[in-house]
């Protein structure tokens, strides 16, 4: 599975994208300036199932910074070998997301790199409302201008639990009817990318460290979200 990552110094952004032997596409992409963190995914439909065409899922994030190179440096990196399986130096383990709001033109307040990478998922563009208070007001802008312009889900599917002790809205994984509204998860991994420069020693006359290296690590993400319909659950995971 190769690996392509592509990064923008005047955008600040970086893009990594890769296809997954399953056929599903994964891009994920980290504005640095605006701290946002947006993960596409591209699910094609399994014909022996009835499904047709594809789905295409965005999650919104507050991007930790320090868990990536950013694009000035990435940019100067030359990888030899593109097409080399390579194994990550350190695992990061899993990141779960529950999200409870569809973006909408938030995703464009937030940032507009983002927004255009989620463009072909239209109204399948999710985050927290959580994250919200997290990103810095833009200028000209009060940090309500990004609640004003997201969705939330509806008010059971938010409820950790009813009265019963069961939970508002149930796993898609649990659910048998194909019209009942339901919450769905998606996995993916990243199995190797760039997360730190490695520096070296310059030699004793001079003392200096320098650039010697990139640090790789590997990454899972899980993302929870409600659908309307559990036929809207592709069961890619």
């Not at 383990?93 to 990478?117: F, I, K, N, V, Y």
Request: charged share 20%.
């Amino acid at each position: 599975m190769q690996e392509n990552i592509t990064a923008n110094v005047s955008e600040d952004t970086v893009i990594l994208d890769f296809l997954r032997l399953d056929g599903v596409y994964v891009s994920q992409l980290v504005d640095f300036t605006n701290e946002v963190e947006a993960m596409k995914v591209v699910i094609p439909a399994e014909e022996e199932l009835g499904q047709s065409g594809y789905q295409t899922l965005c999650f919104l994030t507050h991007a930790a910074q320090a868990d990536f190179i950013a694009p000035d440096a990435m940019a100067k990196l030359r990888q030899k070998n593109p097409g080399t399986v390579r194994v990550a130096e350190e695992d990061k383990g899993w990141r779960q997301t529950t999200t409870t709001a569809w973006a909408g033109r938030a995703a464009w307040l937030l940032s507009p790199a983002a927004a255009r990478h989620c463009s072909p998922a239209r109204d399948h563009v999710y985050l927290r409302t959580a994250d919200l208070s997290r990103w810095a007001p833009r200028p000209g802008m009060s940090q309500l201008s990004y609640s004003a312009e997201v969705t939330p889900f509806p008010a059971n599917a938010l409820s950790p639990d009813t009265s019963d002790g069961k939970p508002g809205v149930s796993p898609c994984v649990a659910e048998n009817d194909s019209a009942k509204e339901c919450i769905c998860h998606i996995e993916v991994c990243v199995n190797w990318y760039p997360c730190g420069l490695k520096y070296c020693k310059g030699k004793p006359q001079g003392g200096m460290s320098y650039r010697c290296g990139i640090k790789t690590c590997h990454r899972c993400y899980r993302y929870h979200y409600y659908v309307p319909r559990r036929d809207a659950c592709l069961s890619y995971t």
